[in-house]
């Protein structure tokens, strides 16, 4: 037995504590495996990597690895790490069509996963990044391996212009704080509607996200023109994650024949 090195996510959907109904949390739940088992059931014996998911409560860890043949000169953890951003997106915009925001971590290192047996630097660095750093619904690139993501994706768009010329956005942004984070809006951005196997996602998500968000903002505002300190400052941190969900939303430019472009 020893560590796997992979890509390795930590994904926390925010506003289900207060969530009892079984339905509700049972698909909360089964969103990542969903897509993974039809993925499996899908021939992909021509890709070198293989995923995995565990879930509980309402966080989930994913694991991306190459699969054992595969040499170590070939193993691009780069080109990898980008598959995953893609495909998480996916996922990520499955909950946001459900009401969820989600805050996460995302790193490159090594991990033991099996049955029950969870643990490993990688394990605890992509939690770290979630619970202490994240603060916002996004989901942090690890500093340490955010530059070569974007090194590697400049270089491309430099030497195929041809690929990149009609592409909108970046699948990942830089924050006012510094920190990189998944644009998993990205795949609306280039495209009006995206068809999954078990779910139709249209570009119109990203308007809709946006009034409800405004909506929720607007009316804790007015709860906490009269409210006591104490709640003001517990929902002082709710509102942040709505504004600034809301100022993301509202920085993203969709397909031309998607949903009407919101702008900042």
């Not at 500093?143 to 956005?169: C, H, M, V, W």
């Not at 951005?189 to 068809?195: L, P, Q």
Request: with cysteine; net charge negative.
């Amino acid at each position: 037995m020893q560590y796997t090195k992979g890509i390795v996510f930590f994904i926390d959907i925010l506003g289900t504590q207060r969530i009892t109904n079984f339905d509700k949390l049972y698909n909360i739940n089964s969103i990542f495996h969903d897509e993974f088992e039809l993925s499996n059931a899908r021939n992909l014996d021509h890709v070198k990597y293989e995923r995995k998911a565990i879930s509980f409560s309402d966080c989930t860890y994913i694991f991306y690895f190459f699969k054992d043949y595969v040499s170590e000169e070939d193993k691009d953890y780069t080109k990898l790490l980008e598959v995953a951003l893609h495909n998480t997106s996916l996922s990520i915009l499955r909950f946001l069509d459900s009401g969820f925001l989600v805050r996460g971590g995302v790193t490159i290192g090594d991990y033991y996963f099996e049955s029950t047996k969870l643990f490993g630097p990688a394990v605890n660095r992509a939690y770290f990044l979630e619970a202490k750093e994240a603060k916002y619904p996004r989901i942090l690139i690890d500093d340490k391996i955010a530059g070569s993501l974007l090194s590697a994706i400049n270089l491309r768009k430099q030497n195929y212009p041809l690929t990149f010329e009609f592409q909108k956005g970046s699948i990942v942004l830089q924050d006012e704080d510094g920190k990189y984070y998944l644009n998993y809006l990205n795949p609306l951005e280039n495209s009006s509607v995206i068809y999954l196997e078990n779910h139709t996602i249209p570009s119109s998500l990203i308007e809709k996200s946006f009034v409800e968000t405004t909506d929720k903002i607007n009316i804790l505002r007015n709860e906490l023109v009269n409210s006591n300190e104490d709640y003001v400052s517990r929902q002082r941190k709710i509102l942040e994650k709505l504004e600034w969900h809301c100022n993301y939303l509202n920085s993203v430019q969709t397909d031309e024949g998607g949903a009407s472009m919101i702008r900042r």
